[in-house]
């Protein structure tokens, strides 16, 4: 059981792959402008890495060496095509407002890193709760960012008007800058408060 | 969609549509490798080559392959395979015939198979419905797009090396600001020319 505790505080903060590895920003920021399609974007994100970690894992044993990369590539491929026809049968409007940032999933680097750094080592259902928890941890960060997105770009939270008429948007946070600047913020907060002086800081990937 | 001129498709993947700056594709390499202008740049020119090479051979993979087989739901993983395979090769024949070319790219080539501007290109181009020129254009110039992102940020981060930045700033977090004023420079450009 510690270790499943362990993995849960290593996803949520200490090794969250957005503010503390800055891995798989690429599709993060695209999204954030409206929290639905980022709470989407997440739970998809989530649903991929948890599955795709458990197949990898499972097929551990199995997997040739040097051939791991291009199966662990088919492996999150098959999750993700799975995620958008789901998504293009069941709920055509969001799968269109998330245009090709479900395909590029694919390329989100803390899926294979995952895979790579966790899956590859342990067993299906540790990795299966790891995978869960990492995309838990990008989701958390992704619905922050949109918060603040959302409510000064639109006056609203969840598509539901909270600031009232006299709310003037503020159409910069809704377009591209204002994701970059709301990123930063993020991890100059993160790094500035949660810091037990074992930065690793830079980035990698 | 059909009849936009390629060259105001090459202009605006350049300006107004740029990968970094307004579609976030590419940011990890974007990142992590624009330390220095030199590897920057030849990152860049890896990018602009690999980017014009698949947009036209996922574009007759797509519509000459997949969608006569009725197909098209398979078009991540080929694209992804198609992508690597291609990366694969030029690494392959650079190393062979060009060796000085090897050692200023080899390194980045591997990175670029996991670049999301790669597969976001292809994809871009599927959702919009682009013909061969547009497709050939729109990669080109989001390859010069992403070069020149990534050679100013270098530039910029060069600057300001020596600059006093908040503790917490440093890294990431500062390049992520100077990534944002970037893009609210480049906002100025998209009344020039606009697709989508």
Same mark, same amino acid.
């Not at chain 1, 294979?112 to 941890?137: H, T, V």
């Not at chain 2, 599927?126 to 110039?141: D, H, M, P, W």
């Given at each position: 059981?510690?270790?499943?505790?362990?993995?849960?505080?290593?996803?949520?903060?200490? *090794?969250? /792959?957005?503010?503390?590895?800055?891995?798989?920003?690429?599709?993060?920021?695209?999204? +954030?402008?409206?929290?639905?399609?980022?709470?989407?974007?997440?739970?998809?994100?989530?649903?991929?890495?948890?599955?795709?970690?458990?197949?990898?894992?499972?097929?551990?044993?199995?997997?040739?060496?040097?051939?791991?990369?291009?199966?662990?590539t088919l492996i999150i491929s098959a999750y993700v095509?799975?995620? *958008?026809?789901?998504?293009?049968?069941?709920? /055509?409007?969001?799968?269109?407002?998330?245009?090709?940032?479900?395909?590029?999933?694919? +390329?989100?680097?803390?899926?294979?890193?995952?895979?790579?750094?966790?899956?590859?080592?342990?067993?299906?259902?540790?990795?299966?709760? @790891?995978?869960?928890?990492?995309?838990?941890?990008?989701?958390?960060?992704?619905?922050?960012?949109?918060?603040?997105?959302?409510?000064?770009?639109?006056?609203?939270?969840?598509?539901?008007?909270?600031?009232?008429?006299?709310?003037?948007?503020?159409?910069?946070?809704?377009? /591209? /800058?204002?994701?970059?600047?709301?990123?930063?913020?993020?991890?100059?907060?993160?790094?500035?408060?949660? @810091? *037990?002086? +074992? @930065?690793?800081?830079?980035?990698?990937? | 969609?059909?009849?936009?001129?390629?060259?105001?498709?090459?202009?605006?993947?350049?300006?107004?549509?740029?990968?970094?700056?307004?579609?976030?594709?590419?940011?990890?390499?974007?990142?992590?490798?624009?330390?220095?202008?030199?590897?920057?740049?030849?990152?860049?020119?890896?990018? %602009?080559?690999? !980017?014009?090479?698949?947009?036209?051979?996922?574009?007759?993979?797509?519509?000459?392959?997949?969608? =006569? !087989?009725?197909?098209?739901?398979?078009?991540?993983?080929?694209?992804?395979?198609?992508?690597?395979?291609?990366?694969?090769?030029?690494?392959?024949?650079? #190393?062979?015939?060009? #060796?000085?070319?090897?050692?200023? !790219?080899?390194?980045?080539? =591997?990175?670029? %198979?996991?670049?999301?501007?790669?597969?976001?290109?292809?994809?871009?181009?599927?959702?919009? #419905?682009?013909?061969?020129?547009?497709?050939?254009?729109?990669?080109?110039? &989001?390859?010069?797009?992403? %070069?020149?992102?990534?050679?100013?940020?270098?530039?910029?981060?060069?600057?300001?090396?020596?600059?006093?930045? =908040?503790?917490?700033?440093?890294?990431?977090?500062?390049? !992520?600001?100077?990534?944002?004023?970037?893009?609210?420079?480049?906002?100025?450009? &998209?009344?020039?020319?606009?697709?989508?």
């Amino acid at each position: 059981m510690s270790e499943f505790i362990k993995v849960f505080k290593e996803g949520i903060y200490k *090794d969250n /792959p957005v503010f503390r590895q800055i891995l798989g920003i690429c599709s993060t920021l695209a999204v +954030t402008n409206l929290m639905m399609n980022s709470f989407v974007m997440g739970v998809g994100l989530m649903f991929v890495t948890a599955f795709s970690s458990l197949t990898v894992s499972v097929l551990r044993l199995y997997t040739p060496k040097h051939i791991r990369m291009m199966v662990q590539t088919l492996i999150i491929s098959a999750y993700v095509i799975a995620l *958008d026809i789901f998504l293009k049968a069941y709920w /055509p409007s969001m799968s269109k407002a998330l245009g090709p940032y479900v395909g590029l999933i694919i +390329t989100n680097c803390i899926i294979m890193g995952r895979a790579e750094a966790f899956a590859q080592k342990n067993k299906p259902l540790i990795s299966f709760f @790891d995978g869960l928890i990492m995309g838990l941890g990008y989701t958390i960060v992704l619905l922050a960012i949109a918060f603040v997105r959302e409510l000064l770009g639109f006056g609203s939270i969840f598509g539901i008007q909270v600031l009232g008429e006299q709310w003037v948007n503020w159409t910069l946070m809704i377009m /591209p /800058p204002g994701a970059f600047f709301m990123l930063g913020i993020v991890i100059w907060v993160t790094h500035r408060f949660f @810091d *037990d002086n +074992t @930065d690793k800081g830079g980035a990698k990937s | 969609m059909i009849d936009i001129h390629p060259m105001i498709i090459f202009f605006a993947a350049i300006f107004t549509n740029n990968m970094i700056l307004s579609n976030f594709l590419g940011m990890c390499s974007f990142i992590a490798v624009s330390g220095e202008i030199k590897t920057s740049l030849s990152l860049g020119q890896a990018v %602009t080559f690999v !980017l014009a090479c698949t947009s036209v051979i996922n574009y007759f993979v797509y519509y000459s392959i997949l969608v =006569p !087989l009725k197909l098209e739901y398979l078009r991540f993983i080929v694209f992804i395979i198609v992508i690597a395979a291609f990366v694969q090769l030029v690494e392959m024949i650079i #190393e062979r015939y060009f #060796e000085t070319l090897y050692y200023s !790219l080899g390194i980045f080539l =591997p990175l670029i %198979t996991v670049n999301c501007a790669i597969l976001g290109v292809s994809l871009f181009m599927i959702i919009r #419905e682009y013909n061969l020129f547009q497709s050939f254009a729109f990669g080109v110039g &989001s390859g010069l797009g992403w %070069t020149l992102a990534i050679v100013s940020m270098a530039g910029i981060r060069k600057r300001i090396k020596n600059a006093p930045i =908040p503790k917490g700033l440093e890294g990431p977090g500062i390049t !992520l600001i100077i990534t944002g004023i970037m893009a609210l420079a480049f906002l100025g450009f &998209s009344g020039i020319v606009q697709i989508q």
